[in-house]
């Protein structure tokens, strides 16, 4: 049973556009969720998280918003750049799991110059 | 500060052998865990330890050992490889949880 899903395997936008990228999860106990950002042959990296008390969080040209009714979030990126191409992870906790996440499929995100 | 190192970087192995993946952090995180990533897929945590000593099972252990003897190691052990344990590896750090950090993988295949 996948309780995050990422439902779109890949995107592609062009540079200076906005990228939003999808994600929606099962369990209605998770509280906290993160993206992490993957290149080819190296470990996730940690993007931005946002806790289910807020519905938006911002970090430079990255956004997240929560919509804890619909059970989904999403990530904003405005504007996308080249160096952006990446595989997106969406991952979700819940508190008092020792802070195990679960994560999502993964989207490919291209951004075409 | 080197953050999280994985040891090897690639590794084949045959079936019923066995080896051990190793990982080390140099952060003083108390949380580290591991991971597995199949092609198409997304990260399932394997083990996972909340300090020296102390470690549990996460989603799919089946085939796979952990101890934490000290803060900065925590080495997966693989016994009798089988292909099914083809995939990539991911050990992880986090000082409090949730934000976690990465090392950069462990390619292993089993023939």
């Known amino acids: 049973d996948q309780q995050v899903k990422q439902n779109s395997p890949s995107l592609s936008v062009q540079e200076g556009r906005i990228s939003i990228l999808n994600c929606d999860y099962t369990n209605s106990m998770f509280d906290y969720f993160l993206w992490y950002k993957k290149y080819p042959a190296e470990g996730p990296t940690f993007l931005i998280s946002?806790?289910?008390?807020?519905d938006k969080n911002e970090d430079g040209r990255f956004t997240v918003f929560l919509n804890k009714s619909a059970k989904h979030l999403s990530l904003h990126i405005v504007p996308s750049q080249p160096g952006d191409s990446a595989v997106y992870f969406c991952?979700?906790?819940?508190?008092?799991?020792?802070?195990?996440?679960?994560f999502g499929k993964g989207i490919t995100l291209s951004v075409r110059p | 500060n080197a953050g999280v190192t994985q040891t090897p970087k690639f590794r084949i192995l045959k079936i019923g052998q066995s080896m051990t993946l190793q990982c080390t952090q140099d952060?003083?995180?108390?949380?580290m865990y591991w991971y597995r990533q199949d092609p198409g897929m997304g990260l399932k945590l394997i083990y996972y330890s909340v300090g020296a000593g102390i470690t549990d099972k996460g989603e799919v252990p089946n085939g796979y050992n952990v101890s934490r003897s000290t803060t900065e190691d925590f080495p997966l052990r693989l016994e009798l490889a089988a292909p099914s344990q083809t995939s990539v590896y991911f050990c992880?750090?986090?000082?409090?949880?949730?934000?976690?950090?990465f090392g950069p993988g462990t390619r292993l295949t089993v023939t």
């Open positions: 991952a979700a906790s819940l508190t008092g799991a020792n802070s195990k996440l679960t």
């Open positions: 946002i806790s289910s008390i807020k």
């Open positions: 952060m003083n995180h108390n949380y």
């Open positions: 992880a750090s986090s000082p409090l949880g949730y934000e976690q950090y």
